[in-house]
T-cell receptor, first 112, second 114 residues
């Protein structure tokens, strides 16, 4: 059975802190790993990773994939209250277009 | 503006009643999906459709039904056979041919069964 596990499940930090969110997976026919941010309702796409060791970066957010150890991390530097959200990790398989298996999500709360 | 529209946003129903959640997209995407979100469990796939008039069961299809008569529309019916229907339901779509894996989500429908 395909499995995606995120840790921690929740995290409370103060503005300016740096956080690292983890996502590990056990799937067959891995194709890609995706990160989404869900602030209130609709998750929005952050990154898609397919190759090991290549960092993707967008502003204060960055992510990297390790296909040997089967995990990915999402880093957020200099956190702001607007970063408070649920961060979802999902894995796509070679055998199914678009169908993603999601982790439980990490609830990040950033206090002023 | 292109996007995915789900309705209603909030829905209350009595136990034993069927309910239908609407999902419409104008992104010209081939594939559409229904996910269920419960606290602490992330998103779980209910049904998905890669093309009109075709759909497949996801991981938790029992108690749900769908149809895909038009490319733009993928309604989900929560039947009385679904044992625990109270949840947040998300509809999504994607390009089938490109297969990037990126999904575009609607704003969700929150169903509460009393």
């Amino acid at each position: 059975e395909d499995k995606v596990v995120q840790s921690p499940l929740s995290l409370v930090v103060h503005e300016g802190d740096t956080v690292t969110l983890n996502c590990s997976y056990e799937v067959t026919n891995f194709r890609s790993l995706l990160w989404y941010k869900q602030e209130k309702k609709a998750p929005t796409f952050l990154f898609m990773l397919t190759s090991s060791g290549i960092e993707k970066k967008s502003g204060r957010l960055s992510s990297i994939l390790d296909k040997k150890e089967l995990f990915s991390i999402l880093n957020i530097t200099a956190t702001q209250t607007g970063d408070s959200a649920i961060y979802l990790c999902a894995v796509g398989l070679r055998t199914s277009y678009g169908k993603l298996t999601f982790g439980q999500g990490t609830i990040l709360t950033v206090h002023p | 503006d292109g996007g995915i529209t789900q309705s209603p946003k909030y829905l209350f129903r009595k136990e034993g009643q069927n309910v239908t959640l609407s999902c419409e997209q104008n992104l010209n995407h081939d594939a559409m999906y229904w996910y269920r979100q419960d606290p602490g469990q992330g998103l779980r796939l209910i049904y998905y459709s890669q093309i009109v008039n075709d759909f497949q069961k996801g991981d938790i299809a029992e108690g749900y039904s769908v149809s895909r008569e038009k490319k733009e529309s993928f309604p989900l019916t929560v039947t009385s056979a679904q044992k625990n229907p109270t949840a947040f339901y998300l509809c999504a779509s994607s390009y089938r041919a490109v297969n990037t894996g990126e999904l575009f989500f609607g704003e969700g429908s929150r169903l509460t069964v009393l």
